[in-house]
């Protein structure tokens, strides 16, 4: 999940539901509630770890955190030097990932099809749609903050790009690096609130709902690869951060590849991203059994 979300257009939420946790992920987070809170009040710790399944959460935030600090630097050379091919590896495992996601849903009725094209269509859209301007407004911040870190646990949506559409992710990075409060606090209170009220409507959806919620993220998941075709050129702006001049992708445009060298080792690329999904879930399925 850590790897997932250091790729603008990936979510670690698509990881979470191919190896099977996603389900349990939601339903710890939504355990942060006025009982946890008696809990740690009366320090009852014991019974509070087993409340919000403290050791699973724990295990995939350290897993998350250390694949972060890992992988950050390296994708941040890749991107540099092979980013076609990077953009490959992860088309090939968003596709294994639809097909992975969407066996899970029971029937395929018409119900469940219309929930997986309007899926689709809402984070295909994401690909097109022009970014909006800054605003500061406090009411405006904790609504970025709250759709953006629910954007990041659910498979197919980036925090940081739903951010960006929203028009302040430029006014995040630089508040981040001047410590500006006045920003993040909003904006921090607004992801805390978002997560926590998104968790326990997702938890409760997923267990009334099950088929209808699979369709539409395999939708979000299927439409993510508008993001992620390999051969696009980005559109950049230039902005002004505390450590100087920036640019931040606003678009892209998109072309077919031409025959070569490259394009056959981007395709071998999706074939190797497409088996490792597979081979995850195969290993997943294991470890529950």
């Given at each position: 999940?850590?790897?997932?979300?250091?790729?603008?257009?990936?979510?670690?939420?698509?990881?979470?539901?191919?190896t099977?946790?996603?389900?349990?992920?939601?339903?710890?987070?939504?355990?942060?509630d006025?009982?946890?809170?008696?809990?740690?009040?009366?320090?009852?710790?014991?019974?509070?770890?087993?409340?919000?399944?403290?050791?699973?959460?724990?295990?995939?935030?350290?897993?998350?955190?250390?694949?972060?600090?890992?992988?950050?630097?390296?994708?941040?050379?890749l991107f540099?030097?092979?980013?076609?091919?990077?953009?490959?590896?992860?088309?090939?495992?968003?596709i294994?990932?639809v097909?992975?996601?969407?066996?899970?849903?029971?029937?395929?009725?018409?119900?469940?099809?219309?929930?997986?094209?309007?899926?689709?269509l809402?984070?295909?859209?994401?690909?097109?749609?022009?970014?909006?301007?800054?605003?500061?407004s406090?009411?405006?911040?904790?609504?970025?903050?709250?759709?953006a870190?629910?954007?990041?646990?659910?498979?197919?949506?980036?925090?940081?790009?739903?951010?960006?559409l929203m028009?302040?992710?430029?006014?995040?990075?630089?508040?981040?690096?001047?410590?500006?409060?006045?920003?993040?606090?909003?904006?921090?209170?607004?992801?805390?609130?978002?997560?926590?009220?998104f968790?326990?409507?997702?938890?409760?959806?997923?267990?009334n709902?099950?088929?209808q919620?699979i369709s539409?993220?395999t939708?979000?998941i299927?439409?993510?690869l508008?993001?992620?075709?390999?051969?696009?050129?980005?559109?950049?702006s230039?902005?002004?951060s505390a450590?100087?001049?920036?640019?931040?992708?606003?678009?892209?445009?998109?072309?077919?590849?031409?025959?070569?060298?490259?394009t056959?080792?981007?395709?071998?690329?999706i074939?190797?991203?497409?088996?490792?999904?597979l081979?995850?879930?195969?290993i997943?399925?294991?470890?529950?059994n």
């Amino acid at each position: 999940m850590g790897a997932a979300n250091v790729i603008p257009g990936v979510s670690g939420g698509t990881i979470a539901v191919v190896t099977g946790i996603f389900e349990r992920l939601i339903q710890a987070i939504s355990k942060f509630d006025v009982a946890a809170l008696i809990l740690l009040k009366n320090r009852e710790f014991k019974k509070l770890t087993k409340h919000v399944d403290l050791i699973f959460l724990s295990a995939i935030g350290t897993g998350a955190f250390i694949s972060l600090i890992s992988l950050a630097r390296l994708f941040e050379y890749l991107f540099i030097s092979q980013k076609t091919l990077v953009w490959a590896f992860f088309f090939g495992l968003i596709i294994a990932s639809v097909y992975v996601v969407g066996k899970t849903v029971q029937k395929w009725n018409m119900q469940n099809i219309i929930f997986f094209i309007s899926g689709s269509l809402v984070a295909g859209s994401m690909a097109i749609l022009t970014p909006g301007t800054s605003n500061e407004s406090t009411l405006y911040l904790l609504l970025c903050g709250a759709i953006a870190m629910c954007s990041m646990i659910l498979p197919g949506l980036s925090g940081s790009f739903v951010l960006l559409l929203m028009g302040n992710y430029e006014l995040l990075i630089n508040s981040i690096s001047r410590l500006e409060l006045n920003i993040l606090i909003p904006f921090g209170c607004g992801a805390l609130f978002g997560i926590l009220l998104f968790a326990r409507i997702l938890g409760s959806v997923f267990q009334n709902y099950h088929d209808q919620t699979i369709s539409i993220l395999t939708g979000f998941i299927f439409g993510s690869l508008a993001i992620l075709w390999p051969w696009k050129n980005e559109i950049l702006s230039n902005f002004n951060s505390a450590s100087g001049s920036a640019e931040k992708v606003i678009g892209y445009t998109y072309y077919l590849p031409e025959i070569s060298t490259e394009t056959w080792t981007a395709l071998a690329i999706i074939l190797i991203g497409v088996f490792l999904i597979l081979w995850t879930e195969s290993i997943s399925k294991k470890s529950t059994n």
